[in-house]
């Protein structure tokens, strides 16, 4: 299981763009020599690039993602998992990314002391970071707050 292991933010190693904050590191199931990152989520601000394709590893059906910002291919999605997939433990992580196309940082619990575990991760649709409308608006506040701030001090 991946429990003991650690929740990470995926960003664009091209452009800094965000691109996921339930990413995990791991191996290639077909190969464990190669490593990468994988998530459970449609990842933000990424577009499904080509068409469908297959790799030596195994019978999976993948298509390539690219960073909507800067346009690079930063992984891929798995559209039709293979039957030896489906069978290991592939606990629904269709996304993968590769390790030299992102930068990685340890996501931390909410009051932000300690690393967060994928054992303590709530569910994709209870996981309020993940809500990318929602931290857009929260940055949004924010910065208008900070804006506010400032027009304060300017005008006092
Ligand atoms: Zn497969
Ligand atoms: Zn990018």
Redesign the pocket.
Same mark, same amino acid.
């Given at each position: 299981m991946h429990h003991h292991r650690t929740v990470c933010k995926l960003k664009c190693a091209h452009c800094d763009n965000n691109v996921c904050v339930r990413g995990m590191k791991a191996m290639l199931l077909a190969d464990t020599r190669i490593e990468l990152y994988s998530t459970d989520v449609p990842p933000f601000s990424v577009q499904l690039v080509g068409e469908d394709y297959m790799t030596q590893n +195994? @019978? &999976?059906k993948i298509r390539d993602v690219a960073c909507l910002t800067c346009g690079n291919v930063l992984g891929y999605h798995i559209t039709q998992? &293979?039957q @030896? +997939?489906m069978e290991a433990c592939n606990n629904g992580h269709l996304w993968m990314f590769h390790t030299e196309a992102v930068t990685s940082e340890e996501r931390l619990d909410p009051e932000g002391k300690k690393i967060l575990l994928w054992a303590h991760l709530p569910r994709a649709e209870k996981d309020t970071e993940n809500d990318l409308k929602k931290s857009v608006e929260r940055r949004w506040k924010r910065q208008s707050m900070l804006l506010e701030d400032a027009v304060s001090v300017y005008f006092r």
């Open positions: +195994c @019978q &999976c998992p &293979c @030896q +997939c």
